[in-house]
């Protein structure tokens, strides 16, 4: 018997395949358990149409991240804080406060998870920023630290 399968099953195929299984095991596992429907042809034509709907939206998102990667290359954002001996900054700029920065300047939301620093901001001067848009697009932020 034929089956979409609508979520992944162990040892059986991934969500949106199509299989060739026994009519036991779809009948008495898949199908109660809502694992998977028959495999129809108003079922086929709907999965081409989750399918093409699920790409569209994927290329959407993949453009917006790629548009405000462009935009975030551009952006320099500054801090001014006080500074003690041998240039080293009171306290540290954390990706927290580069993404309420990013908000309140510039109109952009952006996560603190997305933000990528390794170890928060302790010494003046520019520091290039990793920013994570999307998992193919990663945007660079120039993070400038000044003396007040």
């Known amino acids: 018997m034929k089956v979409i399968l609508l979520q992944d099953v162990k040892g059986t195929g991934k969500k949106g395949d ?3 299984v026994s009519e036991g095991y779809a009948n008495n596992f898949l199908i109660p358990r ?3 429907i028959p495999a129809t042809k108003g079922n086929m034509n ?3 149409e989750q399918k093409r709907i699920s790409e569209k939206r994927k290329a959407e998102e993949l453009g917006k991240a ?3 990667a462009k935009q975030m290359d551009d ?3 500054t801090f ?3 500074v003690g001996e041998g240039g080293r900054v009171f306290g540290s700029i954390t990706s927290k406060q580069i993404s309420q920065e990013l908000k309140k300047k510039h109109k952009l939301d952006i996560d603190k998870k997305k933000i990528l620093l390794s170890d928060p901001i302790r010494s003046l001067g520019v520091t290039k920023v990793s920013v ?3 998992h193919e697009v990663t ?3 120039s993070v400038q630290v000044v003396e007040e």
């Open 18 to 20: 199509t299989k060739e």
């Open 80 to 82: 001014k804080t006080k």
């Open 132 to 134: 994570k848009l999307h």
């Open 75 to 77: 952006l320099m954002i």
């Open 139 to 141: 945007a660079t932020l």
């Open 34 to 36: 809502k694992l998977a």
């Open 66 to 68: 790629q548009h405000l």
């Open 46 to 48: 709907s999965l081409k």
